[in-house]
């Protein structure tokens, strides 16, 4: 029997995670851990020597599912460790309620627990819909019509090692998919503070991006199509290797 292991980042109540995990009935056994609380931009964030509480839940649906008060990537990390059973044939991590392109993948703890199921060995998709007012199962029905989609050719295709598959879907009826490079981010953070300067918050308007490069996650996007672009975790600068050589840097 097949087995998919779903997680996410907005947190166990999620109904984006409740949307995907029903679509994912259909290939086999579906089991859900995942934060206890909203850990968005959490980044790969491993909690070590620290106390995390793991508690038994359900989803609205009554499926069963384990609360995990830690990351996206330690709720990957202990069930890799033991927490249940592994491997599972795939990690499926999403719906996420809001995009994840560009430089948002060092950030978001949807795609940071797909990067850590395959540094267990396990190949894993996240999902994010670009649609940030999403607040009803039904707001994340065409998303995870994409999504089992791209499972259905996961789950009969072979991956390359320390690769994931991350798939964003614009709002709305969508227009087709589109294999992506990773585009580029224009971040809009503000800083407030208060008063006494002691409190601040990291706030306004949601980032925008370069939508006129064809190709990248960002005009797919724009335009309406679902984009799906493999991320590998060697982050080596290849193509700049050889004018590091020409530094000649000596110690």
């Known amino acids: ?3 998919l292991l ?11 995670l409740l949307a ?8 086999g056994t579906v089991q859900v851990a995942a934060p206890a609380r909203n850990q968005s931009a959490s980044g790969h964030k491993k909690t070590l020597f620290s106390n995390i509480t793991v508690s038994d839940t359900e989803l609205a649906n009554g499926q069963p599912a384990t609360s995990i008060d830690g990351s996206p990537a330690d709720c990957i990390a202990l069930c890799a460790m033991g927490l249940r059973p592994w491997p599972p044939r795939l990690v499926v991590s ?5 995009s994840n392109m560009g430089q948002d993948i060092t950030y978001s703890g949807t795609v940071t627990a797909a990067l850590e199921a395959v540094i267990h060995g396990v190949p894993a ?12 199962v039904a707001d994340y029905a065409e998303a995870a019509r994409v999504a089992a989609i791209v499972v259905r050719y996961m789950l ?17 009826k969508i227009k087709g998919i589109r294999l992506t490079r990773q585009g580029v981010r224009i971040y809009r953070d503000e800083i407030e503070m208060d008063e006494d300067r002691r409190t601040v918050r990291i706030v306004g308007e949601p980032p925008t991006g370069v939508v006129d490069e064809l190709g990248t996650d ?16 060697d982050m080596t600068a290849h193509r700049f290797l ?8 000596e110690v």
């Open 242 to 249: 050889a004018d590091l050589g020409a530094w000649d840097i």
């Open 218 to 233: 960002i005009w797919a996007v724009h335009n309406g199509y679902a984009s799906l672009t493999p991320i590998h975790l």
């Open 94 to 98: 999403g719906i996420n309620r809001g």
């Open 125 to 136: 998709l996240a999902i994010s819909l670009s649609d940030s007012n999403a607040s009803e």
């Open 20 to 27: 995907l995990a029903q679509a994912m009935e259909q290939f």
């Open 6 to 16: 779903v997680t996410n980042d907005d947190g166990v109540k999620a109904v984006g």
């Open 1 to 3: 029997m097949t087995t």
């Open 156 to 172: 009969n295709q072979d991956m390359p090692p320390l690769t994931i598959l991350n798939l964003n879907i614009p709002k709305g």
